[in-house]
């Protein structure tokens, strides 16, 4: 059976929030977190977006599938700083038979801070592009467990 | 006398390039360099981008002129590992009254590993939105020196 | 009154332990952690060590009293790999007038992975060396609240 | 034959000194470069003392040969700041049959900064202990090429 090019994703299920407290070593001398670090954020809030439906992202590496990052983005609307608490909102936004995408939005206390976009290939540990198989279709189309 | 909002810039000097070695620090455990990574090798290649055109962005910086980032994004083609000798070339793409934009490629023996892109807001100490004055645009217009 | 050089501390209120996840950008290309991530390990987990006795690091910073560290060393056991669960215990080991000490041990799963020491100096904003006050240390000679 | 357990050293070919410029992102909130920040250094500064004796330190990773650090420490004695130069002397203090330490002393502009010391174990890609080999030994032991 051949897979859809793109799957559809339900609106309810495919957002999770992840809090993250900013380390003072993600600070740079302008006082505020540094652009780059906001990458790794996005990183973990993917890894636990996972966990929350029930998959460790190190066993997927472990299988041989890697979600590699293609491309990336930030919005910077307002700084955070050391010790902040970061509520990061997580969506998977498109599901395709080898790809996805997922867009993110931090806060602070209510109020956007970044938004995010990171979109991915699923390769082997050759690094050549894969199909997602069904149970990781399974994974990334259901809701937290 | 009001700057235009979009100053002509010259495609023969706006742009310049940078050679950065890949430190084992920046590697991740897929083997190679972490896609977040990338920020940072694109703002030393905008540091040194300024330095060739006879200023060190510190003393922008001590003059309480920072060219925040207030929007980031990056292709990843190919990855980069340990050691490797990357080429970023930085091109001063648009420039307007209060803020600029680079463009990046980063190149590995003349093949495209990754493409970027960074917009940037002047702000002073306070991060109040202020309009670059003209020695800095005289700076931004400028060719190597 | 003149604080003595040496203050006795509570062996059984000193200590404090804080659990640390592994993210992906904490690896290197040697599949584990990266040697010199250890040391923001610690950081979070003094940062930690003072919240549980009731005070924000950045506070103090914002009122001008910094433990700057003035020496560190680890001694590497055993590697910590991607999403392992670290418990990290510190323990404040020593304080004097101006200064202070901490040790720390990190365990997987009860296996000592990492010990580490920082050494801390009071200054000022201005850098300047300055003796920790009675607030101060009322803090660090609590235990957890 | 067997390899003495203390390799002598010549002092006046086992020091190499690297000039490295500091990043915008090694520094922190308190306009420093992160304490952290500076194991990083040490490692760069080993790769560079490698290179000038002919070998890339990739090249015996890729053979299996692994300098893993087994210990590491650091006195700060002053601060570093965002564009500085620093200097980095790298020393071979010590060389036995299965370990080796360097010492390192970071300056800028003559002045002390640093001082830092890493312990290595030679091991291979399983993580087990091994001799180094006569090549490495003559690498070691020579001085720059």
């Given at each position: 059976?051949?897979?859809?090019?793109?799957?559809?994703?339900?609106a309810?299920?495919?957002t999770s929030?992840?809090a993250?407290r900013?380390?003072?070593?993600?600070t740079?001398?302008?006082?505020?977190?540094?652009?780059?670090?906001y990458?790794?954020?996005?990183?973990?809030?993917?890894?636990?977006?996972?966990?929350?439906?029930?998959?460790r992202?190190a066993?997927?590496?472990?299988?041989g599938?890697?979600?590699?990052?293609?491309?990336a983005?930030?919005?910077?609307?307002?700084?955070a700083?050391?010790?902040?608490?970061l509520?990061?909102e997580?969506t998977?936004?498109?599901l395709?038979?080898?790809?996805?995408?997922?867009?993110?939005?931090?806060?602070?206390?209510?109020?956007?801070?970044?938004?995010g976009?990171?979109?991915?290939?699923?390769?082997?540990?050759?690094g050549?592009?894969?199909r997602?198989?069904?149970?990781?279709?399974?994974?990334?189309?259901?809701?937290?467990?």
């Open positions: 059976m051949a897979l859809p090019s793109l799957v559809p994703l339900n309810e299920t495919s929030s992840v993250v900013v380390r003072f070593d993600e740079d001398a302008m006082g505020i977190v540094h652009h780059g670090r990458l790794g954020f996005l990183e973990i809030a993917r890894v636990e977006w996972l966990r929350k439906r029930g998959i992202y066993d997927w590496a472990a299988m599938r890697h979600l590699a990052v293609v491309e983005s930030c919005k910077y609307v307002q700084s700083r050391f010790d902040d608490l509520e990061i997580v998977l936004s498109e395709r038979a080898a790809s996805l995408r997922f867009v993110y939005v931090i806060r602070r206390e209510g109020f956007v801070l970044t938004e976009m990171t979109r991915h290939a699923c390769i082997d540990d050759d050549k592009l894969c997602l198989d069904e149970a990781m279709f399974d994974v990334l189309k259901r809701g937290e467990v």
